[in-house]
């Protein structure tokens, strides 16, 4: 089984290498031999086969694990994407509701103060008012006392220079004097 099968251009890989200092007989790599071929294949199926039962198998399987699992995980990292956008989105909302809330609550109070300050001013005007009209009742009614006195002086006084008159007759002179003081008497009570 010495055979040697002839690769075309074998010749010439033989003569490069020659050249360069090395022996010309040719190459073991480069020469076919038939027994080397067959155990070869054989080696080969065999690796092969041991390596796709005991190898390839669990190599495949845990690739497709593995493969499942980074689909989980973007499956997963999606799904959490989706929740972290509708929280997103529920907090938007849940600030915009708030903001309009305290808006809504901002404007009752300033309304509601403004409410209490127009009825505090309103009961402190209607207070003045019937403080005012509480005077002038009083001073109406303590005028009217004043002159139902002044009366009563001035009919007594009448009566006084009336009897006065009677009781003496007096002159001219008498008459404008009693007339006189009798008003000096009233100016005096008015003031």
Known sequence: MNQHWIIPGDNQLHESTGTHGAETQQN?????DPGLFIWTI?????????????AWKPLLAMLEERNKSIEDSLLSAEK?????????????VILTKAKTEAQSIISEA????DNLKEDIVFKAKQEADSQL???KVQINVEKDKAMQEIRKEVVTLSIDVA??????NLSKDDNVELINSSLENIENYEA
């Open 28 to 32: 073991p790599l480069v020469k076919l």
């Open 42 to 54: 054989l080696t080969f199926v065999l690796i092969s086969t041991i390596l796709a039962k005991f």
């Open 80 to 92: 959490a994407r989706k929740e972290l956008e509708n929280i997103n989105q529920e907090s938007e």
């Open 110 to 113: 300033k309304s509601a103060a």
């Open 133 to 135: 009209e509480k005077a």
């Open 163 to 168: 009897e006065k008159i009677i009781k003496k």
